[in-house]
């Protein structure tokens, strides 16, 4: 079965440039969720967007932007980036917006700032 | 708010041994819960989860029951693997209208020895 696809899986940027990364939910997946996870930490909510429009926000800088397109990809572009950037970025969908419908994760991006 | 608390790690155990990962959660109405399993290097995989009280989650000999009276979801497994060394994350999902995004616990790393 299809999973989600995030791309590229890892990035190595210095401080003060800026990141794309792109996230390809599941076919029929509405819904996608982006996750930062720091090292040794638990998965912290950035963002999620619903029928390309924002449904709900967490704790992202403002450095940091997404949108989700017509084809329902999502990107998360990140600017001015800081050491403390660096972590492992999932991207997650599902099917409708609804607490019951469960999130399937990507396999990450790791990015690592210098 | 809402939130997951879990057991510290590592939890060290020999191959064959119980184990039991407790998991505890604070929020309002009927969340969802999930377990979800991060082998190293590598990204999140649901492994079970429950949608009501009373509900039990099994999948590859785990299991775990949505227990609402102690607000608990402890992940149990008859017999561990050498293969079952990850981290594992009890995480929950509120069914409270657009509000949903996962929240995490820790993460409880576990390592299985021959």
């Known amino acids: 079965a299809a999973g989600v696809i995030q791309s590229p899986r890892h990035l190595i940027k210095e401080k003060r440039e800026t990141a794309t990364l792109k996230c390809y939910p599941i076919p029929r997946h509405d819904t996608v969720y982006w996750y930062q996870q720091g090292p040794g930490q638990d998965p912290q909510f950035l963002i999620s967007?619903?029928?390309?429009?924002?449904?709900d926000k967490g704790s992202i800088p403002d450095r940091f932007s997404a949108q989700q397109f017509s084809d329902y990809h999502s990107e998360l572009n990140m600017s001015s980036l800081e050491l403390g950037d660096s972590a492992l970025y999932f991207c997650?969908?599902?099917?409708?917006?609804?607490?019951?419908?469960?999130?399937?994760f990507g396999p990450g991006t790791r990015l690592t700032v210098t | 708010g809402n939130s997951v608390t879990q057991m510290e790690g590592p939890v060290t155990l020999s191959e064959e041994a119980f184990l039991t990962i407790n998991c505890t959660y604070t929020a309002t109405g009927y969340p969802s819960l999930f377990w979800y399993v991060q082998y190293p290097g590598e990204g999140l995989q649901l492994l079970l989860k429950?949608?009501?009280?009373?509900d039990k989650g099994s999948n590859k000999g785990f299991e775990a029951t949505y227990r609402k009276e102690t607000t608990s979801f402890h992940l149990e497994k008859g017999s561990v693997q050498v293969s079952d060394s990850a981290v594992y994350f009890c995480a929950l999902l509120p069914n409270t209208g657009t509000a949903s995004k996962l929240t995490f616990g820790t993460g409880t790393r576990l390592q299985v020895t021959l």
């Open positions: 967007f619903y029928e390309k429009m924002q449904s």
């Open positions: 997650a969908s599902s099917l409708g917006i609804l607490g019951s419908y469960e999130q399937y």
């Open positions: 429950a949608t009501k009280a009373d």
